[in-house]
């Protein structure tokens, strides 16, 4: 299972941004599906979460700012991010657990994308 992500790029403090994330390959059921982001010198850390019946999870640090959705019929996952700030910076990764056709479990991330928020 792959996972492409898109979206990223440099805005201004206080834009916004919008990430997506397609699954592609022989899926059989995503479950759990989240953006994960490491800034500079930081490790990777979790932004959000979203199960497959939709409940969410959000870092604190992004919590009233960031919203996660899903779109199961496209296995896809967007992340939108407003009132973004400076420390909001790094690659952003998207992650999908899930169940292939072939019966196997998987756990995927996809390649990253740059977000940069300039103040």
């Known amino acids: 299972v792959q996972l492409q992500a898109s979206g990223g790029g440099s805005v201004q403090a206080g834009g916004s941004l919008r990430l997506s994330c397609s699954a592609s390959?022989?899926?059989?059921?995503?479950?759990?599906m989240g953006w994960y982001r490491q800034g500079p010198g930081k490790q990777r850390e979790l932004v959000a979460l979203?199960?497959?019946?939709?409940?969410?999870d959000y870092a604190d640090s992004v919590k009233g700012r960031f919203t996660i959705s899903r779109d199961n019929a496209k296995n896809t996952v967007y992340l939108q991010m407003n009132a973004l700030k400076p420390e909001d910076t790094g690659v952003y990764y998207c992650?999908?657990?899930?169940?292939?056709?072939?019966?196997?479990?998987?756990?995927?991330w996809g390649q990253g994308t740059l977000v940069t928020v300039s103040s």
């Open positions: 992650n999908a657990e899930g169940w292939a056709a072939t019966g196997r479990n998987f756990n995927s």
């Open positions: 979203i199960t497959s019946g939709g409940s969410t």
């Open positions: 390959g022989n899926i059989y059921s995503l479950n759990d």
